[in-house]
């Protein structure tokens, strides 16, 4: 396939050639939603790379399916304003230069870093449109520069996929952010599979995860769904109003938490170690440590942390603070456990 660019002047201007190959491409043929796959980012990333480099004029940067012919796709780019050199031509040369240096990734990430002026959300962004791009084990795509036919032509090496699909994950790990909360909703089927997490502070969040890169995902969301809290690190994105957790890295248990320091007033003398629950029927959080019979539940665990320091104010004073002559032999066993935690005067 090419692309075909004249300016204003009538002066002929290289091509874009997109040439793909392979199982994929018999007969001519390819799926549609492949090739728009293709198109489509092919499009925004030469449109974000523009934007990047401060074009500001969105139709230097648009390209027009034109022609379609047996065993390729040819499109054209007539830009309105006279332009020597059309921008997608140089966004082209960036595509070159990200797939030649894959081999060297400290090289390939200066270059990125510098092209896109180390904006890490959009470096993850673009990487993503590549990878769209980029050859698969079916189909090698190409990319070329020429008139009549491509004269410059440089492959999307299927074998380098993993080093783009490396650098996605290594940049999304700059950026991740663990976000703690209890699964109550999944879908384990289609492209966009996910689950929904409502977190300590009773936010939803949709997260999102690849289950061909991460297959052992599904077994760990299955295992914990409506069960235990999880902790989940991944790509945490504000979208409107709501928030959004795009490539899911990890998952993992989350069942305790600390009392350290001062609480309700009083000072610790070690951690009170608490287990960390989420009631699904009531939707409502537990905090609990069955030992020192001390229990706080709530909407969100602050809430949960509000009524568990009540309910151990009432221990210090119903316990820790009363005289032995009056309390139970069990009551003196909690007493005593009590004061193994707790200064009290």
Known sequence: MGMSFSNSKGDIIKKIWIILEGKKVESGRIEVLKLADILSNLQRFITDYGRAKGVKRLEYLKLYLSEVKKGSIRIALEPPRVLHEPFPLKALNAIKNIAESLDNIDEVKTYLETEFKANIEEIIKELKRLKAIW????????LGVGHNRPDEIFVLDPKKREKVDGLIREYIKLVSQTVKGAIVEWKFYGQKRHFEIITTGGERIRCYYNHLEFPELEDVIYEHIKRMPVEVVGHLKKVGRKKIMEDVLEIRSWTEEELTGIFAGYKLKKPIKLNVEYDNF????????????LFGCGQNLEEAKK???VVFEALIEEYAKESDDILSEKSLELKKKLLEYVEVS
Not at 283 to 291: A, D, K, Q, T, Y
């Open 135 to 142: 050859s698969e084990d079916s189909i090698t795509v190409k």
């Open 282 to 293: 009531d939707n409502v959080w537990c905090l609990c440590n069955e030992e020192l019979n």
């Open 307 to 309: 009524d568990l320091e």
